[in-house]
């Protein structure tokens, strides 16, 4: 990491003198004592209290409220005023923003912490939002959308047609509600998290575990016959083979929706990290020469981000489709180049 | 739009196109994922049960290729 700083360094002080970069970089981590590793993570992980941001010393902050449970002390719930910088509260104090207490009893965490603040204004968001476009269809029935109602009917639309129809087929209607749901949360809390101030709530792998499970749920009590016998009866496969075929196709199962808990987390997290990077940079070099580079640089991560939202949700909703549309599936396509193409047993697509 | 379901051409549109690629990164990214799942997996139970030569995590991180490239050679020869 020091050494691609100082390469970097280099390369951004061509004109300056050779020794001078090296007391800069020192300066800079030491003397200042601005950890960027530490900022990003701490951006990027959730907290007791929202952190607007700091003028100097005076710090901008929203205290939210903690609620804990003990075994044998039952719930406390305060202000997480009273656990900042340190402090200790009910026997309660923060360590690296997890509640631990003090006699070393297990703690149950229930507070509102800024992820779940967000996701509840994200919840109220997107009500208000949809239950306004909503409203325009109870009114206006099939006449021209008005307003909002004009702005996300062609989203829908496009989730509907593009999305539900061709990747689960007739049976697409009802899982309409999860598919809309899902998207529009995810585009949604994306966008949040790169407003300023913003919460990485999509990018907290316990948010997307929740979504992928709610897929898997969904895919599973949605299946069918075919899918289970393509689990444990692989239409073309000998009966010798199935010990190995049987796990393999329940590693698939499993898989599918962690590949979707990984990729949301991973991506969203990953552009947090790049851009906050780049920012940092400006700290770290303590020189303003660097910052219309390492800005430019951030500007286009930032915008590449705000694509990234809506392609996450795009790619997490379509696979979820895919996965239910391969669990409704009836079978009357032959699956060819896996066998079965000898008419003698009906093969099914997964 | 209410219009039944009728069958498209795969590459009429550029919806059809983005649709491809999502689902193939999709692939990709199921493939990187049930090796290292099933790689994990074999490492904690080699761990758990102390054993001297790391049989799971061999044995479970074959398994994961195999599934893996079975998983991808299904999933792009039933094409779309």
């Known amino acids: ?350 | 739009m209410a219009s039944p379901l009728k069958p498209t051409d795969p590459h009429d549109n550029n919806s059809d196109r983005l649709r491809t690629v999502a689902r193939y990164s999709g692939i990709g990214a199921q493939m990187a994922a049930t090796i290292g799942l099933s790689t994990w997996a074999g490492y904690w139970l080699d761990k758990h049960y102390a054993t001297q030569t790391p049989w799971f995590t061999l044995g479970l991180m074959l398994l994961g290729t195999f599934a893996a490239l079975y998983n991808v050679i299904r999933a792009v020869s039933k094409g779309e």
């Not at chain 1, 790169?194 to 709610?214: D, H, K, Y």
Request: hydrophobic share 50%.
């Open chain 1, 1 to 350: 990491m020091k050494r691609l700083l100082f390469a970097l360094l280099c390369l951004f002080s061509l004109t300056a003198r050779a020794s001078e970069p090296v007391a800069t970089t020192a300066d800079a981590t030491e003397a200042e004592g601005f950890q960027p590793g530490e900022m990003i993570l701490h951006h990027i992980g959730d907290s007791h209290e929202w952190h607007w941001f700091s003028l100097g010393e005076d710090h901008y902050t929203t205290y939210l409220p903690v609620l804990a449970y003990r075994a044998g002390h039952g719930v406390s719930a305060f202000s997480s005023r009273e656990l900042a910088e340190g402090k200790t509260y009910d026997g309660l104090k923060l360590e690296h923003e997890h509640l631990v207490s003090e006699d070393g009893a297990k703690v149950y965490d229930f507070s509102i912490t800024k992820n779940v603040a967000s996701l509840i204004l994200s919840a109220a968001v997107l009500l208000l939002v949809f239950t306004a476009v909503a409203r325009g269809y109870a009114k206006r029935g099939t006449e021209a959308p008005r307003g909002i109602q004009s702005f996300f009917e062609p989203i829908i639309v496009f989730v509907r047609d593009e999305v539900a129809k061709k990747s689960i087929g007739p049976k697409y209607e009802r899982y309409m509600p999860y598919l809309l749901t899902v998207f529009f949360f995810i585009w949604f809390n994306n966008l949040m998290g790169l407003m300023p101030g913003g919460a990485n709530l999509t990018g907290n792998i316990a948010v997307t575990m929740t979504l992928a499970i709610i897929t898997l749920l969904i895919t599973l009590f949605s299946s069918n016959k075919n899918y289970w016998a393509h689990i444990f009866a692989t239409p073309g496969v000998p009966k010798a083979l199935l010990p190995i075929m049987i796990p393999v196709e329940l590693i698939g199962v499993f898989v599918k929706p962690f590949s979707l808990m990984v990729r949301l987390f991973a991506n969203i997290t990953a552009g947090h990290i790049v851009t906050l990077s780049f920012i940092a940079l400006i700290f770290i070099f303590r020189n303003i020469g660097v910052a219309p580079v390492t800005l430019a640089f951030g500007l286009f991560i930032f915008f590449l981000e705000l694509l990234v939202a809506i392609l996450q949700a795009y790619i997490f909703t379509l696979l979820t489709a895919m996965y239910i549309g391969g669990a409704v599936e009836e079978h009357h396509d032959a699956d060819y180049q896996m066998g079965g193409g000898d008419g003698a047993t009906p093969a099914q697509v997964h």
